[in-house]
């Protein structure tokens, strides 16, 4: 598969540009790429871009745009994750698989049972840092479009706000909820290492949000949203036609 980069700026076949500094170090330094070497270009507009490197130094390169294409690679089903913060490497995992899933947007979540706790400053940091998580994980997956990590809020408040035809909130003690036959939006709650307290499951269902399981056997706060969103890929998405 061919290296492929997302570059936060305007493409145009055609144009020549200036890659930024992550693209240069990664292409040049790390891949030893140099003039004429081939590439795919992206921005996640929807589509990408063949690309040739023209003129590379050890703090800048130059790149030519080639012919754009649109992939069909995006699912038609929209997805939006809610997802309660945990420490480690749990939430570098799971906002990699969700991007590699196809998911539209995540939003980070505190909660009763959050253990996560950091300043404005810090809280900023981190959500960049998973931005850039997200980004890595559609350079390597093929995708087109990066979904847009979102300033942690509390869970109250998002369930409160989420916007879509099919609200699930993930639970182990949950039962079967039933699903539409058809669906071109979901939205999916998911708690923290140590799970949603039963005040917050009653409130997310009070928002509209249908109580479910994924089976029989408890999964980790970073497994769940993978295998919810491997679900709706199933039913609703990638491989519904």
Known sequence: MATRVFEPQ???????IALGERNQAHLVRVLRMGPGDAFIIFNGDGGEYGAQITSAGKRDATVRIGARREPAVESPLLTHLGQVMSKGDRMEYAVQKAAELG?????????TRCDVRLDAERFEKKREHLQMVAVSACEQSGRVRVPEIHPPMELAK???????????????????????????????????????????VALAQAQGFAAMTLGPRVLRTETAPAAALAFLQARYGDFSV
């Open 158 to 200: 998002w369930v409160a706000k989420a916007e879509a035809e099919l609200k699930l909130v993930l639970h182990p003690a949950n039962g079967r909820a039933a699903l539409p036959s058809t669906c071109r939006s979901a939205a999916l709650l998911v708690g923290p290492e140590g799970g949603l307290t039963a005040e917050e």
């Open 10 to 16: 305007e493409l145009a076949t055609g144009a020549e």
């Open 103 to 111: 998911v539209s947007e995540i939003t980070l979540l505190s909660s």
